[in-house]
């Protein structure tokens, strides 16, 4: 009988950790607007010290979530840093850290040139590593991003960068773009100015083979007001 029950709690034991990292049911991809999430925040105005500042949404995050919970931090697993320049710059082009200066072939390899990466791997990929460890957690990201072109799908809605969209055609342009499928939209509103766009995000199957409406109960996209909003130039 104490076999039994010691054998149990083993089992649970061991399980245990498989279910943490497995409660992950859905993907929200994230691209931010550099000159939104950069001009917008008169509190903290040196934010951004990449120059030039990149003209196309880029890649914030990929954020595995369960319907129920936000999840973050799931487990210890390191982040690896990149050794070689070229898979730095292959990185940097699709999810630069706008935060930064841009590096050199001599100075890349300083934590700080990567721990924007570090952070949102600790942060969100360890959520899914038991689907995507490291590695595919990047790569699979940017995989994303060639894919699904915001910039573009805005143009089919006519609304392009210097204009003052409504939320709701900005929603709907998204919508229809990711056939029928509701966004999350992220604004940032600096005092007494309009809510300026910042983010977008799509929201996808834990496989990331399937579009799904990103879950009501998470959308930030309340952030963006009900009037018009800000897509700086
Ligand atoms: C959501 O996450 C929690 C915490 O990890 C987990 O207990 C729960 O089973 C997950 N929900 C589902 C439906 O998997
Ligand atoms: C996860 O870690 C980040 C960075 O340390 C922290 O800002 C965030 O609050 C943590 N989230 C949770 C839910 O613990
Ligand atoms: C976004 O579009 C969806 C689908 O039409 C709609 O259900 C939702 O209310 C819209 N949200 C906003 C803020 O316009």
């Known amino acids: ?26 993907l929200t991809f994230v691209q931010q607007w550099p000159r939104g999430y ?7 105005p040196s934010r951004c010290q990449r120059i030039p500042l990149p003209t196309v949404f880029t890649i914030h995050d990929l954020w595995p979530g369960n ?42 390899q300083e934590p700080r040139f990567q721990s924007f990466w570090k ?11 038991n689907m995507y460890p490291e590695a595919t957690y990047f790569s699979r990201t940017i995989q994303l991003s060639q894919r699904h072109n ?34 999350d939209l992220m604004c940032v509103t600096p005092p007494r100015q309009t809510p300026a766009l910042v983010e977008i995000g799509i929201c996808f199957t834990a496989t990331m083979t399937t579009i799904i409406d990103c879950p009501s109960q998470f959308l930030l996209t309340g952030s963006c007001g009900i009037g018009t909003i800000n897509f700086p130039a």
């Not at 952070?119 to 590593?129: A, F, I, L, Q």
């Open 1 to 26: 009988m104490m076999g039994i029950v010691f054998k149990l709690v083993l089992l649970i034991l061991m399980l245990c950790p498989l279910t943490i990292n497995s409660s992950f049911q859905y």
């Open 150 to 183: 915001i910039l573009n799908y805005l143009a089919t809605g006519n609304i392009y960068p210097g204009s003052n969209p409504t939320v709701s055609s900005v929603n709907s342009t998204i919508y229809r773009a990711i056939s029928n499928h509701v966004p």
């Open 119 to 129: 952070h949102e791997w600790k942060k969100h990929g360890t959520c899914s590593e």
């Open 67 to 108: 319907f129920t919970k936000i999840l973050q931090n799931c487990t210890k697993t390191s982040y690896t840093q990149l050794q070689n320049f070229q898979d730095w710059n292959n990185r940097n082009l699709r999810w630069p850290d706008l935060a930064k200066p841009l590096p050199t072939m001599q100075n890349f």
């Open 38 to 44: 950069c001009t917008v925040n008169p509190a903290n």
